[in-house]
């Protein structure tokens, strides 16, 4: 396999074989892009009535990503999956991404290909067209950013900043079974490329891990009902994620640990791992699933919505004005305060 410094290429050459040719000029037009990747910026129409929306989310190699726990095009998906999140999170709809890719000399060209055709995948998935970015040498391990841009309709952004008193609290999808997969891929210490067939009870995990599901649908659903008060994205946890709300909305959340969803698959590698499933939940991140407050009373409705949508949603908890921090009522009835705590890059190990 050859490294990228062996190949006869210059920056342009690596954008051009990278990117050429994956997004046909018909769906280019057809999504408002007037000038894409070759020249210095990108132009584009844009939605009159519609505000834009913007956000942007780095993976760096041995810090969110290694060789043993995700294949390169499953990176290069959930790099993208990552950024388009943040918008699903505000209720918008991505439109247009930007890729930045920093590596080291000697990066073998077949992972940045096999990197390139994931971001695209899910692109494509979400109606996201690339186009332009940058590329970098950098001093050690593969970096990807990307940034998406989307809209939403004017004035209706969901924020994190809006819980209410007598708000209840919601959850979509089952939270926790990406963390759970990454801790059996770091225990099982394998080269992606030399992985063997995966147990069936784990594939889900694998899965949530290493393909996670941007709630667009779910978040899009959401803002069209004019239900949610606050919302967000978790990917460092539902801990941590609640406590943004905390901290934006300056009131309290109390969860209700039965009411957590816990997935089958959870559940059963908890057990084998003598683990706590609920800690995977609060503490784990990367599932990408949403996390938000409503109304009680139109909580049912939501949930009816939801399941008519082919989607899920669960009330686990509610907003207390009485205090300014995360609580969980445990099955044996206790209060107990919730750490403020899930993945932090610049906190103590």
């Given amino acids: 396999m050859k490294a990228v410094d062996e190949m006869p290429h210059g920056e342009f050459d690596y954008i051009r074989a990278w990117t050429s040719g994956r997004q046909s000029p018909s769906f280019l037009r057809a999504s408002g892009v007037i000038q894409g990747i070759g020249d210095d910026a990108a132009v584009t129409d844009w939605t009159p009535g519609m505000q834009m929306v913007i ?4 993976m760096v190699e041995e810090i969110h990503f290694k060789t043993v726990t995700i294949k390169d095009r499953d990176c290069g998906y959930k790099a993208m999956a990552a950024a388009i999140s943040d918008l699903a999170a505000m209720g918008a709809n991505p439109k247009f991404a930007l890729v930045s890719v ?53 004035g209706k952004a969901l924020l994190r900043s809006s819980a209410k008193v007598g708000d209840v609290v919601f959850v979509t999808g089952f939270p926790g079974r990406s963390a759970a997969g990454l801790d059996f891929l770091l225990g099982q210490n394998k ?19 290493c393909r996670p599901v941007p709630q667009v649908k779910a978040g899009r659903l959401l803002q069209e009902l ?13 801990a941590s994620e609640a406590w943004e709300i905390v901290e934006a909305s300056g009131l309290g959340i109390d969860l209700i640990e039965d009411r957590i969803p816990l997935a089958e698959e959870l559940l059963a590698y908890a057990r084998q791992k003598g683990k706590d499933p609920i800690d995977f939940v609060l503490y784990g991140g990367e599932d990408y699933e949403l996390i938000g407050t409503m109304p009680a009373g139109r909580a049912l409705e939501t949930q009816i919505a939801f399941k008519d949508a082919g989607l899920t949603m669960h009330i686990i ?7 300014r921090s995360v609580m969980l009522a445990q099955s044996n009835g206790a209060l107990v305060p919730v750490p403020k705590h899930g993945y932090n890059h610049f906190g103590k190990e």
């Fill in 55 to 58: 956000s942007c989310d780095t």
């Fill in 102 to 154: 920093s590596m080291p000399k000697g990066s073998e060209e077949r992972r940045l290909q096999d990197m390139y055709s994931g971001l695209y995948e899910c692109a494509d998935r979400w109606g996201v067209a690339i186009v332009g970015g940058d590329t970098t040498a950098s001093v050690s391990g593969i970096s990807l950013t990307v940034t998406v841009i989307g809209e939403v309709e004017a």
């Fill in 191 to 209: 080269d992606s490329r030399q992985w063997e067939a995966i147990p069936p009870g784990l594939t889900r995990l694998i899965e949530a891990h």
């Fill in 226 to 238: 004019g239900v949610c008060h606050a919302l967000n994205d978790i990917s460092d946890g539902l």
């Fill in 317 to 323: 908890g509610y907003v207390n004005g009485d205090h």
